[in-house]
């Protein structure tokens, strides 16, 4: 219940009470804001956050649904609503809000109030910048720099915000997703990067020039002082940097350069084609930082990959195995055909709207794919005439025939690669619940365990 005796315009609504909502709601309580939070769902995790939130003197609703009518009998007495990344900017009832006046904003908003004096890099496209954010945090951290990743992984922002660590950073290292950034016209990075543009998320934005505009705001919002480190032979990026001047200063980056001349790369997590793109973005950054770099060469040699990432799990002689559960769309997964033979590729799961296969069928020779679950037909078509592929109806029975291949040929070099290439919550919570099924898969059907 609302106490209707107190001033107007002083509740903030805090939608979602996942990591980016429990730490918005935490910051601004403790600098003596009104707090409400809502979440439509419940569970253990969430019952444990409504008492710590409760203990502060906040009143969390669990169950509760995000409809105007529910909000209409205080609406007048609303500050601001902070709302979930996964509530789309277009939903009902935020456009019912905005009517009314009220500042719909995202957590990463809230941070910025306190950590917009602070310097900040924002990392985002399609693929690659969840790699390019942890590496480019570990290498200036290495560089004696407090640079902290968060935003769409890691730590929410506004945990930040609440700790008195937020006025030692040197760099903010924070990856934007197009929904982050859309709600968040504020947050101006001194310095942006955008990796890849491909097809994505097209059942929020609707088409694929909604996506680039969401992506683009983000340098929409920087001034002349700024930099935007943008892929050179990117078709969407260069289209859309020729329909509009933007202030900030472009740096358009050679992604096919080879590095070796500045850098000496061993590390075999950098071998993909997509990998040593990513790392092309951090180089060229770190000249114009004036990083050292024999600083650079030994975080990038010791850099382990992030789990379920295009990590290596197992390499033998014969036999390499890579998770990528993270991946959820064809694009992410083609830089990896490229650099090894015999490949066994499993993939499956929910498809994206609008996601397609677009390597050609001399790419794909040295590639076959096990297509487990439920939308197998989609895969069916667009792998069809490209590659040779099996159905199965999980994943366990396509690891299992896939095993059943590499025994019956042990002389042979096999590379399994796990990259579903479709988001996970067909049967599993999230892509690392599927990936640590997956390795339980393979220790069972490798070793007997």
Known sequence: MIDNHSSKRNINLVIGLGKSGFWAAKYLRSINKRVIVWESKDGIEF??????????????????????????????????VVVSPSIPYDHITIIELKKKGIKVIGEINVAWEILKDTNWIGITGTNGKTTVTHLLSHILCDSGLYAPFAGNIGTPLCKYAHSKKHEKIDWVVAELSSYQIEISPEVKPNIGIWTTFTEDHLERHKTLQNYVDAKFKLLDSQSKSCLAFVKRDDVLISRKLKTK???????????????????????????????????????????KLKLKNHLLEKTI???????????????KKNLTIINDSKSTSFSSSV?????????LWLLGGIYKKG?????????????????????????????RSKVKFKNYINLEDAVKNVFSIIKKKGSVKYTILFSPCAASFDRFKNFEERGLYFNRLVKRFMYGK
């Open 301 to 315: 040699k010791n850099f382990k990959g992030l789990k379920y990432r295009q990590q290596i799990i197992l390499q």
């Open 245 to 287: 001047k933007f202030n900030c200063k472009i740096v358009k980056v050679n992604t096919k350069k080879n590095y070796n001349d500045f850098l000496e790369i061993k590390n075999k997590y950098f071998l993909t084609e997509s990998n040593r793109e990513n790392l092309s973005f951090i180089i060229e950054l770190a000249k």
């Open 355 to 383: 996601d397609k296969l677009e390597l050609k069928k001399k790419d794909l020779s040295n590639v076959t794919a096990f297509i487990y679950g439920e939308n197998k037909n989609f895969f069916n078509k667009q792998l």
């Open 335 to 343: 830089g990896m055909f490229k650099k090894a033979s015999n490949i």
């Open 47 to 80: 019952l444990e956050r409504k008492t710590e939130l409760e203990e502060l003197n906040i009143l969390v609703s669990l169950n509760k649904e995000f409809v105007f009518e529910e909000i209409q009998p205080f609406v007048k007495e609303i500050e601001s």
